[in-house]
């Protein structure tokens, strides 16, 4: 009965290829995310998807985009891998409404290697 | 551009003593504060604050907001070897999506509690 979960765990990959990592949520939230934590720990925003609606963080390459085939799913595609792109990335989802308990749920995260 | 800040980056304390981390934020439209305990995966929920001057609490572990000092601190105390982690404070803020445009973490507080 897991909340978020991710898909792969790990994922390893050369230079230049096209990867997807899949996400979905069985929380009944109408939001979800994705983040990246770099080396140092720093998890930061990249997307946030709600009812068709994206909001990009003006910093992540259009090498990344995200597809949603319904509100339980949020995949992250990502193109021409570079060795920047090695990092821990997170799911995450909650539900927006007009309450202030929205607190954010995440995946287990995905680890991903460029060689 | 919004900034989450915290304190200390790392601390190395005894089993037994008591902790406390500290956040502060520059956010524009500002929502709500959350902290988050993460170990080897995801980050786990501990506290969400929106008013200022009530703490959260939970077992050996509460929280607080002072809105005046755009400030938070999450204290821990009577530690225990379990409680090494990285805790991380993020906040939310109203954006186009109202209010889950994403959380914008700080780079987290590395707790480390010896025996």
């Known amino acids: 009965d897991t909340a978020v979960s991710q898909t792969p765990k790990y994922l390893v990959t050369q230079m230049g290829n096209d990867k997807s990592i899949k996400c979905e949520q069985n929380?009944?939230?109408?939001?979800m995310y994705w983040y990246k934590q770099d080396s140092k720990k720093f998890l930061k925003i990249m997307f946030s998807?709600?009812?068709?609606?994206?909001?990009i963080n003006e910093t992540v390459p259009n090498r990344f985009s995200p597809k949603s085939p319904d509100k339980a799913h949020l995949n992250l595609h990502i193109n021409s891998l570079e060795l920047g792109d090695s990092a821990v990335y997170f799911c995450?989802?909650?539900?927006?409404?007009?309450?202030?308990?929205?607190?954010?749920?995440f995946g287990p995260g995905t680890r991903l290697t460029v060689l | 551009e919004d900034k989450v800040v915290q304190s200390p980056l790392s601390l190395v304390v005894h089993e037994g003593d008591t902790v406390t981390l500290n956040c502060s934020y520059e956010?524009?439209?500002?929502?709500?504060l959350l902290w988050y305990k993460q170990e080897k995966k995801a980050p786990t929920f501990l506290f969400m604050l929106?008013?200022?001057?009530i703490e959260k609490k939970s077992g050996r572990l509460s929280s607080i907001l002072d809105k005046k000092e755009l400030s938070s601190i999450l204290n821990i105390t009577a530690t225990q070897t379990g409680d090494s982690a990285i805790y991380l404070c993020?906040?939310?803020?109203?954006?186009?999506?109202?209010?889950?445009?994403?959380?914008?973490f700080g780079k987290g507080t590395h707790l480390i509690i010896q025996p």
């Open positions: 956010v524009t439209n500002f929502r709500s």
């Open positions: 929106t008013s200022s001057g």
């Open positions: 995450a989802s909650s539900l927006r409404g007009g309450g202030i308990d929205n607190e954010q749920f």
């Open positions: 998807y709600n009812n068709k609606e994206l909001i």
């Open positions: 993020a906040v939310s803020f109203y954006g186009r999506l109202g209010g889950a445009d994403g959380l914008t």
């Open positions: 929380l009944g939230h109408d939001t």
